[in-house]
């Protein structure tokens, strides 16, 4: 027996006056396949509101990685491209220089910028690349259901650190933000997290900000999300945010890393 | 009449990307080609608007080849044999994507580092996948630096055609040679592209998609189908070939780019000493003439296959003649080049019994 009650909904009543609440019309209606309480999705909803609001929607080009957000083509109603593992920022730099006036960004997760990635990401950034690269990192191996992941956190369970990851052997974890951000070439370059809706609301301004430095030419902008992996890391949803705020935030502050002007 | 100079093999094909309106190049330099990069970096942005990028790496290279592409302009990679290597993964992927572009080999001798001498080792490599998955390049073979120049172009002509990948399989000898070679007159770099490419998705209109990503079977399945149509319609339409002397041919030399040219020359040097020999100069390798060599077969005595490998091509001539006539194989390897007259000397060793 459901207790659930199905209430119908009269058109007449749903009025543009009563909506406090819509998804971006650059989010396709596409189911999205991310865990329940994954940071994906609202990263996703972020950045197409973005886009939304810079009406932009005709002018930008998406690269997806491969990882989790591979499929991140079938959510985002713009153009996009699907890349080789480790390879969007290649990608997203041809693209940006095929078509200086349009705007690109590559979105990945932490193995495919920080692991087999890691030297496109660099030079790319080298470059001051001008484009935008959304980084999710929850430091772990996602579709591929819970390998170490280069941001894995020391002493961290993963499947393929049962004992927990042992600096000693395994490297430590990299912070790809404060790497990046020595490089004269990058403009901006900020960490976030979506945990909680204070970061959230932070997070959207910080995406708006890069690609308004797009917009100016500004160069390379990288905005790092913080982000949870409830499935993996074994936890609920709930207990994978506490995760981000009392553990993932210690190791990787949040905050703006590089900034026009600052340090 | 187009212009006529003389230039090196590589210096010719990089002006043959200039004039043919390229958008961009990705490139990491490796000998013996590096003479591509170096010579589009002094010349094309300058004349044409065109992109010339130093990636990091050939694995790069190839991923911005795919990016830009994807944008429906015409680009452009070159290496040589172990920065082909590297690229595989990514040639698989922009053959997947139904991506246009060219990818020009510059081959040295291997296999690993190897050798910076010329070689035709990387025949499998660019015929038979090279990448994974089921696919295939449509391979251009020049024998002079005439055709390093006329390749490019016809390169993309073919590439743009079917949307799929083209190489020009050259070697460091086509690479390195100075010749006489006529120039085709630039063509303007274009400024409407393709309905498929990624430019940003129009208002009133579906968006774009670039990727070889299928994970259904069922549609991965039909994307292969199509791919495999595409491939058996450049079977029948698009091969070429040269052939000379054949009229009366007892017996047929054979090769491809470099080991077609020793070939000839050695021909001539069979005809001066009174025997009989035709040559057949595949200057597509995919699709291969099979049936040029079909028709031959049963009106001479036997194939002599020259090639700067260990004997790789020569097993698509074996598989398009059969028992109808006999093939002999003569090859150098390691970046060691073979003069004609030691050709002669196998030939009549191996056909006459002439020690």
Sequence with gaps: MSNLVEVPVNPEVVQDQFVVYKKPKTLTDKPLHYCPGCAHGVVHKLLMEVVDEMDIQDKIIGVAPVGCSVFAYDYMNIDMQEAAHGRACAVGTAIKRMMPDKFVFTYQGDGDLAAIGIAETIHAANRGENMLVVFINNAVYGMTSGQMAPTTLPDMVTTTTPFGRDVKTMGYPLRMSELLAQLPATYYITRQSVHNAVSVRKAKKALRQALEYQKEGKGFCMVEFVGNCPSNWRMTPLESQKFVEEKMTQYYVVGDVKVPGGK | ?355
């Design chain 2, 1 to 355: 009449m187009g212009e006529i100079r003389l230039m090196k093999g590589n210096e010719a094909l990089a002006e043959a990307l200039i004039r043919v309106g390229c958008d961009g190049y990705f490139g990491y330099p490796i000998t013996p080609q590096s003479e591509v990069i170096e010579y589009l970096s002094k010349e094309a942005t300058n004349r044409t608007g065109m992109v010339v990028l130093q990636a990091e790496s050939e694995v790069s290279s190839i991923n911005m080849l795919y990016g830009a592409a994807g944008t429906g302009r015409r680009v452009v990679t070159t290496s040589s044999s172990p920065g082909i290597s590297l690229m595989q993964e990514g040639i698989s992927y922009i053959a997947g994507a139904e991506l246009p572009c060219l990818v020009v080999n510059v081959m040295r001798g291997g296999p690993g580092l190897g050798t910076i001498q010329p070689s035709q080792s990387d025949y499998f490599q660019a015929t038979k996948g090279g990448g994974h998955g089921d696919y295939h390049l449509i391979v251009l073979t020049p024998y002079n630096v005439q055709e390093m120049v006329d390749f490019v172009k016809l390169g993309f002509e073919l590439s743009e055609k079917y949307r799929v990948p083209a190489m020009v399989l050259a070697d460091g000898a086509m690479g390195q040679m100075m010749e006489k070679v006529e120039l085709f007159d630039q063509i303007p770099r274009r400024t409407e592209f393709p309905e498929w490419a990624t430019t940003g998705k129009p208002h009133d209109k579906e968006r774009r998609i670039v990727t070889s990503l299928f994970i259904e079977p069922e549609v991965m399945e039909q994307v292969n189908l199509r791919l495999q149509a595409k491939y058996r319609q450049i079977e029948a339409e698009e091969t070429r070939f040269q052939t000379m002397n054949l009229e009366d041919a007892e017996y047929v030399f054979t090769g491809f780019g470099l080991g077609s040219r020793i070939a000839m020359k050695a021909m001539e040097l069979a005809r001066e000493k009174g025997y009989k020999v035709g040559l057949i100069r595949p200057q597509t390798v995919y699709p291969f003439p099979y049936a040029i060599y079909r028709e031959t077969a049963p009106k001479i005595k036997g194939i002599l296959d020259i090639e700067m490998n260990s004997g790789q091509m020569v097993e698509d001539v074996r598989l398009a003649v059969g028992d109808k006539t006999r093939v002999e194989f003569y090859g150098r390897m390691g970046g060691m080049i073979a003069d004609p007259e030691s050709v002669l000397k196998h030939f009549e060793k191996v056909y006459l019994g002439v020690e």
